[in-house]
């Protein structure tokens, strides 16, 4: 079976401080790994993914994310975050066998204090 | 290029009232697939279509719930009859294909409120 969990429902950080976002995954075969954000009242935003070759993988809005197979992980991280990063952020994994379906973790919502 | 569009936005309902939800995918676009996502928590896959085949409705809540995807472009979503367990946002998305690859664009979803 196939999860994501992402440890954390609350990161708070300063503007114009780093930012990380945990995921970790369990699959069974090879995964593919994703990241939304979600603004209220408004529907999911693709950020970025992993699917095969370099393992830090960068993406919209300045943000990267590196892939660990050892670690089963998928941090999304940003070097300086802003204020209108605050959101709700979403990990996913797919693998292409079995139901073959998008599996998201419960989401981390990110504030970012000015 | 215009995103997944979804309407409407915003439903109220009574317990037991037939609602339906419409979605309009990112043209060329051959999959489709419709989530549930409930308060505090990640979506869930209910439906999945490739171009007009459903080829997983397995999380589909059969008896009260049914989709169609007519010449495979456009989906309806319904619900009758609603209870109140099923107030949550409703989300369409869709895929150039259906390989694990793929990336899924989501539509600004519908929330539907059951009183």
């Known amino acids: 079976a196939q999860s994501v969990a992402q440890p954390e429902d609350q990161v708070n950080v300063a503007e114009g401080n780093p930012l990380t976002v945990k995921c970790t995954y369990s699959v069974s075969g090879n995964p593919y790994l994703f990241w939304y954000v979600q603004y209220p009242n408004r529907g999911l935003q693709f950020l970025l993914k992993?699917?095969?070759?370099?393992?830090l993988v960068k993406g919209s809005y300045g943000f990267e994310a590196e892939f660990n197979k050892s670690q089963t992980s998928f941090h999304l991280k940003k070097p300086s975050a802003l204020v209108s990063d605050s959101a709700l952020y979403f990990c996913?994994?797919?693998?292409?066998?079995?139901?073959?379906?998008?599996?998201f973790g419960t989401g981390t919502r990110l504030t970012v204090i000015p | 290029e215009a995103g997944v569009v979804q309407s409407p936005r915003y439903k109220i309902i009574e317990k037991k009232q037939p609602v339906a939800f419409w979605c309009n995918p990112i043209?060329?676009?051959?999959?489709l697939y419709w989530y549930r996502q409930n308060l505090g928590q990640g979506p869930e896959l209910l439906i999945r279509?490739?171009?007009?085949?459903?080829?997983?409705d397995s999380q589909l809540p059969k008896d009260r719930f049914s989709a169609e995807r007519l010449k495979g472009v456009d989906s309806t979503l319904k619900i009758q009859p609603a209870e109140l367990g099923d107030s949550a946002v409703y989300l369409c998305?869709?895929?150039?294909?259906?390989?694990?690859?793929?990336?899924?664009?989501f539509g600004p979803g519908t929330r539907l409120t059951v009183l």
């Open positions: 992993y699917i095969t070759g370099d393992n």
């Open positions: 279509y490739e171009n007009e085949e459903a080829v997983d």
């Open positions: 043209s060329g676009h051959n999959t």
């Open positions: 998305a869709s895929s150039l294909g259906e390989r694990a690859t793929d990336t899924q664009y």
């Open positions: 996913a994994v797919r693998v292409e066998t079995g139901a073959n379906n998008l599996f």
